[in-house]
C-alpha cells in the first residue's frame, strides 16, 4: 500500500513538471520506459538491486532515454528516485504517471490483451474501437495471451468486450448446444 502511495505521489508531481502540450510525449515516453524494463527482466533486476551503484542505474537509465523529447525532465525524476532508494518501484510510478494522465481527462483504464505481440498501429486501431464502442477515451495496456488465439479482448474495471476467437467459439458452443 504504502508503494502504490509513493507511486501516485511521484506520478502527480512527475505531470506537474510537464506543459500540456509535452503531454502527449509524456505518455509515449513513460510507455516506451516501461516497455524496455519489463522485456527486459535484467533492467527491473538491477533497479531494484541494492548492491548495483546508483551510477550505473543512472547510466542504464540514461540509454533507455536517450534522445527523449523529455530527457532533462527523466534524468531529474530518475535522480530523485535515486536519491529517496525508490528506483525499485519505477514501473509502478510510470503505470501511475499514464493512469493519472487519462484521469485528468476521464479515460478508462483498460486492459487490451492479445494473442500476440502487434505492431503499434495495430493496437492504437483496437484501441481507437474500444473508445468508440464505450464512449470515452481509454489508457490501455498490452497484455499477451496467446489462448484467446486471435482478436483481443478488453477488459476493465466495468466492462469486458470479447472479440477473441476463442471467445466467439464458446459462445457458438453455447448457443448451439
Given at each position: 500500500?504504502?508503494?502504490?502511495?509513493?507511486?501516485?505521489?511521484?506520478?502527480?508531481?512527475?505531470?506537474?513538471?510537464?506543459?500540456?502540450?509535452?503531454?502527449?510525449?509524456?505518455?509515449?515516453?513513460?510507455?516506451?520506459?516501461?516497455?524496455?524494463?519489463?522485456?527486459?527482466?535484467?533492467?527491473?533486476?538491477?533497479?531494484?538491486?541494492?548492491?548495483?551503484?546508483?551510477?550505473?542505474?543512472?547510466?542504464?537509465?540514461?540509454?533507455?532515454?536517450?534522445?527523449?523529447?523529455?530527457?532533462?525532465?527523466?534524468?531529474?525524476?530518475?535522480d530523485?528516485?535515486?536519491?529517496?532508494?525508490r528506483?525499485?518501484?519505477?514501473?509502478?510510478?510510470?503505470?501511475?504517471?499514464?493512469?493519472?494522465?487519462?484521469?485528468?481527462?476521464?479515460?478508462?483504464?483498460?486492459?487490451?490483451?492479445?494473442?500476440?505481440?502487434?505492431?503499434?498501429?495495430?493496437?492504437?486501431?483496437?484501441?481507437?474501437?474500444?473508445?468508440q464502442?464505450?464512449?470515452?477515451?481509454?489508457?490501455?495496456?498490452?497484455?499477451?495471451?496467446?489462448?484467446?488465439?486471435?482478436?483481443?479482448?478488453?477488459?476493465?474495471?466495468?466492462?469486458?468486450?470479447?472479440?477473441?476467437i476463442?471467445?466467439?467459439?464458446n459462445?457458438?458452443?453455447?448457443?448451439?448446444?
Open positions: 500500500m504504502k508503494d502504490v502511495i509513493a507511486a501516485r505521489r511521484y506520478a502527480i508531481s512527475v505531470i506537474a513538471n510537464v506543459k500540456q502540450e509535452n503531454i502527449i510525449n509524456l505518455i509515449a515516453e513513460t510507455k516506451i520506459i516501461k516497455s524496455v524494463l519489463l522485456e527486459n527482466p535484467k533492467f527491473s533486476q538491477i533497479m531494484r538491486s541494492k548492491i548495483v551503484s546508483d551510477g550505473y542505474k543512472k547510466d542504464l537509465f540514461k540509454t533507455i532515454i536517450h534522445d527523449f523529447i523529455l530527457e532533462e525532465l527523466w534524468l531529474s525524476f530518475f530523485v528516485l535515486l536519491q529517496k532508494n528506483e525499485g518501484i519505477i514501473v509502478h510510478i510510470l503505470d501511475e504517471i499514464i493512469k493519472q494522465v487519462y484521469m485528468s481527462d476521464k479515460a478508462k483504464l483498460v486492459d487490451l490483451i492479445l494473442a500476440f505481440r502487434h505492431d503499434d498501429d495495430t493496437i492504437r486501431k483496437i484501441a481507437q474501437s474500444v473508445e464502442e464505450i464512449g470515452c477515451k481509454i489508457i490501455y495496456n498490452v497484455l499477451i495471451d496467446s489462448e484467446i488465439i486471435g482478436g483481443f479482448i478488453a477488459k476493465s474495471e466495468d466492462f469486458i468486450i470479447d472479440s477473441s476463442i471467445g466467439n467459439l459462445q457458438f458452443v453455447n448457443n448451439h448446444s
